[in-house]
């Protein structure tokens, strides 16, 4: 092994919804590990938005205006990276969205929408992409998965039911793409502390942690919410030729949570 297998010179990363959070912490890193970065977001404020993060940050990026929903414009969105940079070695699949609402309580119609944005895209977006990356002869996917790809919660059906799906689409993108010399893992993430999860830490009228804050720090080992930060290494470990024998698993970067059956009662 060389420490060069973990470089990203010379690749071409394309990591969709990626102005801000998440997206953002995980196209810097491969941006510091020497890929050429491209993003897209659901219109052109938050495009505006991502682009003013990344000239703060001093890195250089093409940013898109793309409904990763929409196929036509994922279509013509990757033809266009793919005429602009020539490949896309990397994709991440970052887009997604969360509503928090009782099941009983839930229209057909936002549990349909929860599922086309975070396990129908990144269906649409990997088919887009995958047929560039055989042509290559390489390609590495990685699809943000969740806490919610194994455990259930009040409110949050719809999400658990695309985030386990998607879980089970890395597996079979690995499955029917591997001999291609395409990976396809997912990470998933535990508690993290983005724009997405603020609601769940915000202070109460007298000034307290939010329950849920107490909750989530309780169940984490690391006894801390992770930031978006503790997700770069990773991310940068599968995007990098030192992962080329990974493939279809999920790297759960939680604290622990996953690991942890909770603090005993004293
Ligand atoms: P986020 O608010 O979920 O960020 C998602 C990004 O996707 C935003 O820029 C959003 O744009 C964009 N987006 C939403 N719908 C889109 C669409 N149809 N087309 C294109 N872009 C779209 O914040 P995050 O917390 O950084 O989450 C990133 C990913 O990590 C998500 O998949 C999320 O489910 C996952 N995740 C988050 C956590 C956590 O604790 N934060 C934990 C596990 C997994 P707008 O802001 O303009 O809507
Ligand atoms: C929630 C949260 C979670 C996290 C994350 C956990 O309401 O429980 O939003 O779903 O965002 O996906 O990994």
Request: glycine content about 20%; proline content about 4%; aromatic content about 12%.
């Given at each position: 092994m060389e420490m060069k297998d973990f470089s990203l010179e010379g690749k071409v990363a394309w990591v969709t919804g990626?102005?801000?959070?998440i997206g953002f912490a995980i196209a810097s890193a491969f941006a510091t590990a020497g890929a050429k970065i491209v993003f897209n977001d659901i219109n052109q404020a938050a495009v505006d938005r991502g682009l003013a993060n990344y000239k703060e940050a001093g890195i250089p990026v093409k940013g898109y205006v793309c409904d990763v929903t929409n196929e036509e414009a994922v279509n013509a969105t990757t033809e266009e990276i793919v005429k602009e940079f020539?490949?896309?070695?990397i994709l991440v699949n970052n887009a997604g969205i969360i509503k928090r609402i009782p099941m009983l309580e839930m229209k057909a119609s936002e549990f349909r929408q929860v599922i086309d944005v975070d396990l129908n895209a990144p269906f649409i977006v990997s088919k887009a992409v995958i047929p560039y990356m055989i042509k290559k002869g390489h390609g590495k996917i990685i699809n943000i998965c969740s806490m919610m790809s194994e455990l259930g919660r009040e409110t949050v059906s719809a999400y658990a039911a695309a985030k386990g799906g998607l879980k089970m689409l890395t597996r079979n993108i690995a499955s029917e793409y591997?001999?291609?010399?395409i990976q396809c893992n997912g990470i998933g993430p535990g508690y993290i502390a983005t724009p997405q999860t603020a609601p769940l830490r915000e202070k109460q009228?007298?000034?307290?942690?939010h329950p849920f804050d107490q909750f989530i720090v309780s169940k984490t080992p690391a006894a801390r919410w992770g930031n978006a930060e503790d997700l770069q290494g990773p991310a940068v470990f599968l995007a990098?030729?030192?992962?080329?024998?990974?493939?279809?698993h999920i790297l759960y970067v939680d604290g622990g949570i996953l690991a942890y059956i909770g603090k005993q009662p004293q």
């Open positions: 990626a102005s801000y959070g020539g490949s896309i070695d591997g001999e291609y010399n009228p007298d000034g307290s942690r990098s030729d030192a992962s080329n024998f990974v493939n279809g």
